[in-house]
């Protein structure tokens, strides 16, 4: 399990346009500037009657906010699996599982907030009874008005916090512009995870909004996702053409024939299995978990799939199962490999799945769920998998209209930049004026010292001065 989460892990990070977009960012959140999407992780919070603390383990993994499951009735019957035919794995403690960060720009106040809820026994109990209706409607959001007030004052001081934090980002977004007479207040409103008009308390409207906002972020992650992956397509596509442009004749037709051959090598693989067919989990069942593909069981597949045992396969568990499907295209020693690419490939697959398995679009795939899904003719008989090579990202519209884009973001950076190096001229000129000016102050008082010191004649046989 801990292997396939450090290969889950590789090339999250992804640079795409960075050379623009470091110097267009601000310390202003990424939900403020202008039609600029979010690098957010996949995932969000939920929770099982069984069990509060999976509220730590699975923060980033589905898109509804506090969700609980109280169907426990759907929890699986414990199956009885052949402990000598599995590999030992090392227990997963879930106290130590530190939750991934959601990309949100108030993560650190939504899990300090959860953190604080769950100290809560009333609180808790209502969120295990609750549904995900319950949840989204805001119903639950009226419980906290019953939490103690031990509790409550922590929230309070929570919100305090976070309005403090955001009206520092304010100060700072409109320092860099020299702008003067901040409106905080008016500012504030731009942020919709809590309720700018009280900043001194945590109200059941607060807990309403933070639900709300992170719902809906979330749910717009993946879109995100697919435009910053286009964005990185076309940049490198770009950049590629203009380095070519710098070329002799002879280099270009070497460059171009080096980047088919790469092209080419990328595209030689194995036969990639579609996602969440029986073919592709039986791999998984035979390589990753060392069984015999003959006693492969969809039961004890998710059992040994659920890794913190809540009942569900969240996002991460299921991008896991897709490491070895990948590893058919992607191998991170060749330069032909782009693991960006293999990042979203990932996401692509993820994505198919839930939408094939996940019936009630909760993000979150039930053993029910699972099982519906090997009884359908697309899992024993699916259609090919057409992977990332075989798509194209963008049209030569597209890359055009980008291109002129950044033709224009250049121009503005490149005024700024001659607009910075004047104020350094001009800097420059006025350190060197006040370095001549220091240096004819300090001439002019030592002709002053001198001149006292002529004025005085030599010391006279009785020891006297006489002047």
Same mark, same amino acid.
């Given at each position: 399990?801990?292997?396939?989460?450090?290969?889950?892990?590789?090339?999250?990070? &992804?640079?795409?346009?960075?050379?623009?977009?470091?110097? =267009?960012?601000?310390?202003?959140?990424?939900?403020?500037?202008?039609? =600029?999407?979010?690098?957010?992780?996949?995932?969000?919070? %939920?929770?099982?009657?069984?069990?509060?603390? +999976?509220?730590?383990?699975?923060?980033? !993994?589905?898109?509804?906010?506090?969700?609980?499951?109280? #169907?426990?009735?759907?929890?699986?019957?414990?199956?009885?699996?052949?402990?000598?035919?599995?590999?030992?794995?090392?227990?997963?403690?879930?106290?130590?599982?530190?939750?991934? *960060?959601?990309?949100?720009?108030?993560?650190?106040?939504?899990?300090?907030?959860?953190?604080?809820?769950?100290?809560?026994?009333?609180?808790?109990?209502?969120?295990?009874?609750? *549904?995900?209706?319950?949840?989204?409607?805001?119903?639950?959001?009226?419980?906290?008005?019953? @939490?103690?007030?031990?509790?409550?004052?922590?929230?309070?001081?929570?919100?305090?916090?976070?309005?403090?934090?955001?009206?520092?980002?304010?100060?700072?977004?409109?320092?860099?512009?020299?702008?003067?007479?901040?409106?905080? /207040?008016?500012?504030?409103?731009?942020?919709?995870?809590?309720? /700018?008009?009280?900043?001194? %308390?945590?109200?059941?409207?607060? #807990?309403?909004?933070?639900?709300?906002?992170?719902?809906?972020?979330? =749910? /717009?992650?993946?879109?995100?996702?697919?435009?910053?992956?286009?964005?990185?397509?076309?940049?490198?596509?770009?950049?590629?053409?203009?380095?070519?442009? &710098?070329?002799?004749?002879?280099?270009?037709?070497?460059?171009?024939?080096?980047?088919?051959?790469?092209?080419?090598?990328?595209?030689?693989?194995?036969?990639?299995? /579609?996602?969440?067919?029986?073919?592709?989990? +039986?791999?998984?069942?035979?390589?990753? *978990?060392? #069984?015999?593909?003959?006693?492969?069981?969809?039961?004890?597949?998710?059992? #040994?799939?659920?890794?913190?045992?809540?009942?569900?396969?969240?996002?991460?568990?299921?991008?896991?199962?897709?490491?070895?499907?990948?590893?058919?295209?992607?191998?991170?020693?060749?330069?032909?490999?782009?693991?960006?690419?293999?990042?979203?490939?990932?996401?692509?697959?993820?994505?198919?799945?839930?939408?094939?398995?996940?019936?009630?679009?909760?993000?979150? @795939?039930?053993?029910? =769920?699972?099982?519906?899904?090997?009884? +359908?003719?697309?899992?024993?008989?699916?259609?090919?998998?057409? &992977?990332?090579?075989?798509?194209?990202?963008? &049209?030569?519209?597209?890359?055009?209209?980008?291109?002129?884009?950044?033709?224009?973001?250049?121009?503005?950076?490149?005024?700024?930049?001659?607009?910075?190096?004047?104020?350094?001229?001009?800097? !420059?000129?006025?350190?060197?004026?006040?370095?001549? !000016?220091?240096?004819?102050?300090?001439?002019?008082?030592?002709?002053?010292?001198?001149?006292?010191?002529? !004025?005085?004649?030599?010391?006279?046989?009785?020891?006297?001065? %006489?002047?």
């Amino acid at each position: 399990m801990a292997a396939r989460r450090r290969e889950r892990a590789v090339g999250r990070s &992804t640079e795409q346009s960075r050379r623009l977009g470091a110097l =267009e960012a601000s310390l202003f959140p990424a939900s403020i500037q202008e039609a =600029e999407p979010r690098s957010w992780r996949p995932g969000f919070v %939920k929770l099982a009657a069984s069990r509060w603390m +999976k509220w730590r383990t699975i923060l980033p !993994q589905c898109c509804f906010f506090l969700v609980t499951c109280a #169907l426990t009735a759907l929890e699986a019957v414990p199956i009885d699996i052949d402990k000598t035919k599995v590999k030992a794995a090392q227990p997963v403690d879930s106290a130590k599982i530190e939750p991934p *960060d959601t990309g949100l720009y108030y993560d650190e106040y939504l899990k300090q907030v959860i953190d604080v809820l769950e100290t809560d026994s009333h609180f808790r109990e209502k969120l295990q009874k609750a *549904d995900i209706e319950e949840i989204k409607s805001g119903r639950l959001s009226k419980e906290l008005d019953l @939490v103690s007030h031990h509790v409550r004052t922590k929230l309070d001081e929570l919100k305090r916090q976070e309005v403090a934090r955001l009206r520092m980002l304010i100060k700072a977004k409109l320092d860099s512009f020299q702008d003067t007479g901040i409106d905080h /207040h008016a500012l504030l409103k731009q942020f919709d995870h809590l309720n /700018h008009l009280n900043p001194n %308390k945590f109200e059941s409207t607060d #807990l309403d909004m933070l639900i709300k906002a992170a719902t809906s972020d979330l =749910e /717009h992650y993946d879109k995100a996702r697919h435009e910053e992956f286009k964005k990185y397509e076309m940049m490198k596509e770009h950049e590629r053409r203009e380095y070519l442009k &710098t070329l002799s004749e002879e280099k270009r037709k070497e460059e171009e024939s080096k980047f088919a051959e790469m092209k080419k090598k990328h595209e030689n693989h194995p036969k990639v299995n /579609h996602p969440g067919s029986k073919d592709q989990l +039986k791999e998984v069942w035979e390589e990753a *978990d060392g #069984l015999d593909p003959n006693d492969f069981d969809p039961k004890t597949f998710f059992k #040994l799939h659920d890794v913190n045992s809540d009942g569900f396969l969240d996002e991460q568990e299921l991008e896991a199962l897709f490491t070895k499907e990948l590893e058919k295209v992607y191998d991170p020693k060749n330069e032909e490999d782009d693991m960006v690419e293999m990042e979203e490939e990932r996401l692509r697959m993820r994505e198919h799945v839930m939408n094939e398995v996940d019936t009630n679009k909760d993000r979150l @795939v039930t053993l029910e =769920e699972f099982l519906k899904a090997t009884e +359908k003719k697309e899992f024993l008989e699916p259609d090919s998998w057409e &992977t990332l090579d075989q798509q194209q990202f963008f &049209t030569e519209e597209e890359l055009k209209e980008y291109e002129n884009l950044i033709s224009v973001q250049e121009s503005k950076l490149k005024e700024k930049a001659d607009e910075l190096q004047k104020q350094k001229e001009d800097l !420059q000129r006025q350190h060197e004026q006040l370095e001549a !000016q220091k240096l004819e102050y300090h001439q002019v008082v030592q002709q002053m010292e001198q001149k006292k010191l002529q !004025q005085i004649s030599p010391s006279a046989p009785g020891g006297e001065s %006489k002047i």
